[in-house]
């Protein structure tokens, strides 16, 4: 299973940015999908998350500006990030979840398999 994001850059503080994330190697609709976070010095944390039914969870600090979407014809999951704020810069990393376990709390333990991840960079 081939996970790789796509999308990242450098945009003011009150921008927006589309992150997407391309899965291959696997059966796509099986997977619960998520987007983590992992800024300097930090730990790395989940942002949101879309199951293999699509329900999504986001952490409550993006909530209202973060959109997680899938689509399965393209095997890919994407994250809108919108109202873009400095405490936002972090490297932003796709992650698979065979059992989808991890999508309902968020809990990085849960996924398999990773991208490399994408920066995203927010200058205020």
């Known amino acids: 299973v081939q996970v790789m994001e796509s999308g990242g850059g450098l945009v003011q503080a009150g921008g927006s940015l589309r992150l997407s994330c391309t899965v291959s190697?696997?059966?796509?609709?099986?997977?619960?999908m998520a987007w983590f976070r992992q800024a300097p010095g930090k730990e790395r944390e989940g942002v949101a998350s879309?199951?293999?039914?699509?329900?999504?969870r986001y952490v409550e600090s993006v909530k209202g500006r973060f959109t997680i979407s899938r689509d399965t014809a393209k095997n890919t999951v994407d994250l809108q990030l919108a109202t873009l704020k400095p405490e936002d810069t972090a490297k932003y990393y796709c992650?698979?979840?065979?059992?989808?376990?991890?999508?309902?709390?968020?809990?990085?333990?849960?996924?398999?398999?990773w991208g490399e991840g994408t920066q995203v960079t927010v200058s205020s």
């Open positions: 190697g696997a059966t796509f609709d099986d997977y619960g």
């Open positions: 992650a698979a979840d065979p059992t989808s376990t991890g999508c309902h709390i968020l809990s990085r333990q849960f996924f398999s398999y």
């Open positions: 879309a199951d293999s039914n699509g329900r999504t």
